[in-house]
Structure formats: structure tokens, C-alpha cells
């Protein structure tokens, strides 16, 4: 059903627009897009207005996917159609308006929190092991790109993983639909990655910055 796939990532789109960081640095008086790293994301919040900062903004980027994707389960759940994938949608669409919305230029943030979100949303089975990848990026390097690529790839192998060797439940749509979600799930891994493409170059050039949090 074509539809209901471009009504998934319309609806996942006008949510990804939602931008927390900017609207939060309007609040505060601080222009994140012309501060530190210039990104309106998590980390960047945390390095310039600290802590709280960060926690209320990667809440805003993640749940927006969560709303969008909840939304798309209401409106096809009862359909004859896959709803999770249909939900896997609307992640790609959150996670497009999140990188390029249309009114900041399409100029957005780097999808990573939106990414949680339509993993905790999509399948919060994955959740444990895409932490665990993070973590263990991050924790030996202080390199937050670094662990924030590391999570999308552990989304990625799961989520082929789940299709080819477990029960169909896992993924929660039949096989036949099987390949068409792995696509849309490395779609959402590969902006990623695009996302972070200065970040890859500073650090193939050991020139990638450490995570160092604000004092606010």
C-alpha cells in the first residue's frame, strides 16, 4: 500500500520538524546553530548550556520519532497492511525532518536521538545491544560521533539479524516484507553516517573532538 508509506513518512517528517535544540536555545537566549559545533543536538547542547540542557533536548529529538510512530500505529493498526513497517516509516521520516527541515534551510541536526527514538519505538528489543555499542565506543575513546555511529550499525546488523535467523514475530511483519525494512533501516543508518561525515574525516585524521560537557 503506497499510501499508507508516504502518509507514514509525511507524518514522521512534520514531527522531525520539531526542532528542540533550536526552540531551546530560543528560550535560553543561546543560538546553538552559531555556537560550539553549530549542531542543535544533544551533545553540542551539553557542551555549550550543559547538562539539563541536553537531557531536555535529546527528550524532545527522541520522542517526536516515538509520537510519529505511535501516530502511524493508531491510524493503520486495524489495516491489512504491515503496520511495523509502515511505523519503520515514519522513523525515516522523523529522522528526515530531524536532518533537513525545510524552514531552517534544511538545515537540521544529525538524527542521532530521533534514531533512539525510532528504535525504542520500533523495536525496544534492540535497545540493550545498540546501548551497549555506544558504550563501548565511547567509554575508551570520549568520542561521542564515534559511539553514536556504533549504535546505528548495532541497529542495522539487528535488524537483519532479527529478519534472517529469528522468528518473524521479531520483526513483527511478514518475511515477504523482509527486505523492503532492512532497506529503510539502512537508509536511517547511512544519514547517519552522512550526518557525521565531517566527524568521520576528523577522526580518520585524529582531529575529531573529545566530549567535554558544560558546566550549566
Known amino acids: 500500500m503506497i499510501t499508507a508509506r508516504i502518509i507514514s513518512i509525511l507524518i514522521g517528517y512534520f514531527a522531525g520538524l520539531f526542532q528542540t535544540g533550536v526552540i531551546y536555545g530560543k528560550i535560553t537566549g543561546t543560538d546553538l546553530r552559531k555556537t560550539g559545533s553549530g549542531n542543535t543536538g544533544t551533545t553540542n547542547s551539553i557542551r555549550v548550556l550543559g547538562w539539563k540542557a541536553g537531557v531536555i533536548v535529546c527528550a524532545g529529538d527522541l520522542f517526536k520519532a516515538v509520537v510519529a510512530i505511535i501516530v502511524v500505529w493508531l491510524l493503520f493498526r486495524h489495516g491489512e497492511g504491515p503496520v511495523k513497517l509502515y511505523m519503520l516509516y515514519a522513523g525515516l521520516g522523523a529522522v528526515l525532518g530531524h536532518d533537513f527541515p525545510f524552514y531552517l534551510k534544511f538545515k537540521g541536526g ?95 585524521h585524529g582531529q575529531e573532538n573529545k566530549f567535554r560537557p558544560g558546566k550549566k
Do not use: D, W
Request: charged share 5%; aromatic share 10%; hydrophobic share 55%.
Open 110 to 204: 544529525k538524527g542521532i536521538a530521533t534514531t533512539v527514538g525510532v528504535i525504542c519505538a520500533c523495536n525496544p528489543l534492540m535497545v540493550p545491544i545498540c546501548a551497549a555499542c555506544f558504550f563501548a565506543a565511547v567509554i575508551p575513546t570520549g568520542f561521542m560521533s564515534l559511539g553514536s555511529l556504533a549504535m546505528c550499525l548495532g541497529f542495522l546488523v539487528q535488524t537483519i539479524l532479527f529478519g534472517v535467523l529469528g522468528p518473524e514475530s521479531l520483526l513483527g511483519i511478514p518475511a515477504a516484507f523482509h527486505a523492503e525494512y532492512f532497506i529503510i533501516a539502512a537508509i536511517i543508518t547511512g544519514l547517519a553516517f552522512i550526518q557525521h561525515r565531517q566527524n568521520i574525516n576528523r577522526l580518520i
